[in-house]
DNA sequence: GGGCGTATAGTCCATGTGGACTAGTCGACA
DNA sequence: TGTCGACTAGTCCACATGGACTATACGCCC
């Protein structure tokens, strides 16, 4: 709990679906492929493996049991502690206004609905600040590069990168609006059964 | 050369510097952050001092003799062997067409000026559809998780990946335009000097 | 001319990641 | 009934990364 050196991005998508419910590791990798949550960061077995251990060293997960189906190999099913649960909602809040990782933005944002909408609004308004500062740059680096007559061919990269911060910026403020009118729904109570954890084991082995 | 386990992005940024001109590793680490390609990847100086070593292991890169400036510590000098400029050219080969690791299509595209024109232009084609792919899967997604009635809050990620995707393909399409019309420069033969290696060592000390 | 900060040039270790490997089990098919 | 492939559950090692640490030298201010 006291700093622990920064979640990954695997680490944070491993307690937000522990939220769900206790689980085995072998579970937890299966249900995050089947959910393709790895089109957001490459999700390989032996990393879930580390890091469920790491995040147990650290005490933002515990242990709560072996079972075993049939005769199949044990298997030690995990529940997140609270350490855990402030953990995730502390790394959303730190991510979600930065613009540095992308894909650690992604995950924030995947799990932006633990925070409060309005927390959530503000963040990204922090972010929003950063965008635009990263646009200007991006393009008084290409007029600078115009003075020089730089040859395009150097500048691809650069204009591509200006063109995605300026879409992003559209998209996020389309996002604010529907934050700040209600037009989008909000809060962690309402997810319906049947898109919640598919799959659960069918039968519990212990009483 | 024989399957060099994948280049890292830096260490294609570090052959593609060492394209203009043999340095040691201190002023590789200069110049890459003097000229703010740490935008693309965060470089810090214990991973590119690793990744010359890798890179002169495998056959890519050669010591061409150290020297001193005045009572400085020694400095190692490199040079690209053949098998490091080809290298480069197929890692862009392999890493342009593809959608997946967004850093990585970031740096082939920052050095796609390596490979001839209409190449790129046929690695984009391919990487045109992958794109349109992952935007129908996308917004297939969208629409079962609408049926679903799944709350807006789950689904964010997703629609920003959808609008990023669209903007991305839009802009794609500009760029392959001005390549096919050639209003776009080509070739690594014209770089003006004043934009080549900046703050060249003075002083060199062999003779 | 003594001291302080910054530049030079690098090493080393803790941490994270990914792919290969192990090893038993179940279902299906011939 | 034998075996072939896929699933279950996990371990292990090589590699990559990043930050802290070392150590000397130069410039500059007072």
Redesign the interface.
Known sequence: MPETSRLTPVAVMILATLREGDMHTYELVRLLKERRDD??VPLQKGTIYHTVARLERDGLLAEVGVDRDGNRPERTTYTLRDAGHRAVEEWVRAELPQIDR?TDF?VA??E??NLERDEVIDLLDRRRALLVASLDEHRTGLDR?AE???????L??L???A??L???I??QDS?RA?LDDRS????IA???D??KKKHRVSKETTP
């Open positions: 089109r957001l992308s992604r944002l995947s932006a609905h590069a020089r007559e730089t040859p395009d061919q150097f691809i990269e204009q591509r990168q063109a995605l300026d879409a992003e559209a998209w996002l529907r989008l729904a909000w809060g309402e997810i319906p049947h898109i």
